[in-house]
Nanobody
Framework: QVQLVESGGDLVQPGESLTLSCTSS????????VAWYRRAPGKQREWLAL???????KYADFVKGRFTGSRDNAKNTVYLQLNNLKPEDTAVYYC???????WGPGTQVTVSS
């Protein structure tokens, strides 16, 4: 059974940083691209980044310069570092393997003073 699991979400203050992780059983992140999305309360799901096997990361324009995607093939894990967090970044963050439409349950990020 394929599973994706996100972790690293937390309650932080504005300006702080978090690193989210996404691991999988059943999918090989060294050959499959992994995307990050988020869904804020009352809003539609937003695409954030795509981390492709070659190590290249593509970003949505509104996160460029603040969010950084990376991967560790040895750990079969991808990361999304969130910097200079703002209250509007409050959302559930998800990872997905678009090729197979696999999704994790999400991890909650709350930014509040």
């Amino acid at each position: 059974q394929v599973q994706l699991v996100e972790s690293g979400g937390d309650l932080v203050q504005p300006g702080e940083s978090l690193t989210l992780s996404c691991t999988s059983s059943g999918r090989n992140f060294s050959i499959d691209g992994v995307a990050w999305y988020r869904r804020a309360p009352g809003k539609q799901r937003e695409w954030l980044a795509l981390i492709i096997p070659a190590g290249i990361v593509k970003y949505a324009d509104f996160v460029k310069g603040r969010f950084t995607g990376s991967r560790d093939n040895a750990k079969n894990t991808v990361y999304l570092q969130l910097n200079n967090l703002k209250p509007e970044d409050t959302a559930v963050y998800y990872c997905t393997v678009p090729k197979y439409n696999d999704w994790g349950p999400g991890t909650q990020v709350t930014v509040s003073s």
